[in-house]
T-cell receptor, first 115, second 116 residues
Framework: KNQVEQSPQSLIILEGKNCTLQCNYTVSPFSNLRWYKQDTGRGPVSLTIMTFSENTKSNGRYTATLDADTKQSSLHITASQLSDSASYICVVSPYSGAGSYQLTFGKGTKLSVIP | NAGVTQTPKFRVLKTGQSMTLLCAQDMNHEYMYWYRQDPGMGLRLIHYSVGEGTTAKGEVPDGYNVSRLKKQNFLLGLESAAPSQTSVYFC???????????????FGAGSRLTVL
């Protein structure tokens, strides 16, 4: 069964500090991996998308890495801001030629940035 | 702003009542999806549509029906609501089929449904 596991479940950091969120997956065959940011009471918003051939992708202060061999990804947030407080969701796409039509969503990591 | 709009944002139902959630997108996207999000779980696909007039079952379709009569609208119906359907529902859309390649899934703001 395809699974996406995220850690930690929740994290509290001081404003200005860096942090790293982890994502492990068992989806196979694998097409691409996405990170979404979900503010409280809002829908998820895409941060990065990486295909199996990419091992890093940046979007401002967000940098995602991917190791397709170990099936691990991380999202690094640099110089955190109060507006970074949100849930971060890792989403993995199977290769659609394998007959699967759906994405596998992680449960998310809830990040709280405090002053 | 262009995007995905969901109505209503909040709704409380009694067990057995029916209702319809409306999703509208103005990006001319071909593909539309309905997800539910429950505490401690990842988003799960309820139904999806690959174009006007088409619908298909997702991971958790039981108790829901959908219709896509117009390309820009995707309706999610509950014929006889149950407490287990208490959840936050998200509509999403995409220009191409999401699992293929690095294309973006655009979500609405969500509809919070409580069934008593």
């Amino acid at each position: 069964k395809n699974q996406v596991e995220q850690s930690p479940q929740s994290l509290i950091i001081l404003e200005g500090k860096n942090c790293t969120l982890q994502c492990n997956y068992t989806v196979s065959p694998f097409s691409n991996l996405r990170w979404y940011k979900q503010d409280t009471g809002r829908g998820p918003v895409s941060l990065t998308i990486m295909t199996f051939s990419e091992n890093t992708k940046s979007n401002g202060r967000y940098t995602a890495t991917l190791d397709a061999d170990t099936k691990q990804s991380s999202l690094h947030i640099t110089a955190s801001q109060l507006s970074d407080s949100a849930s971060y969701i890792c989403v993995v796409s199977p290769y659609s030629g394998a007959g699967s039509y759906q994405l596998t969503f992680g449960k998310g990591t809830k990040l709280s940035v405090i002053p | 702003n262009a995007g995905v709009t969901q109505t209503p944002k909040f709704r409380v139902l009694k067990t057995g009542q029916s209702m319809t959630l409306l999703c509208a997108q103005d990006m001319n996207h071909e593909y539309m999806y309905w997800y539910r999000q429950d505490p401690g779980m990842g988003l799960r696909l309820i139904h999806y549509s690959v174009g006007e007039g088409t619908t298909a079952k997702g991971e958790v379709p039981d108790g829901y029906n959908v219709s896509r009569l117009k390309k820009q609208n995707f309706l999610l119906g509950l014929e006889s609501a149950a407490p287990s359907q208490t959840s936050v529902y998200f509509c999403a859309s995409s220009y191409v089929w999401v699992p293929d390649g690095a294309n973006v899934l655009t979500f609405g703001a969500g509809s919070r449904l409580t069934v008593l």
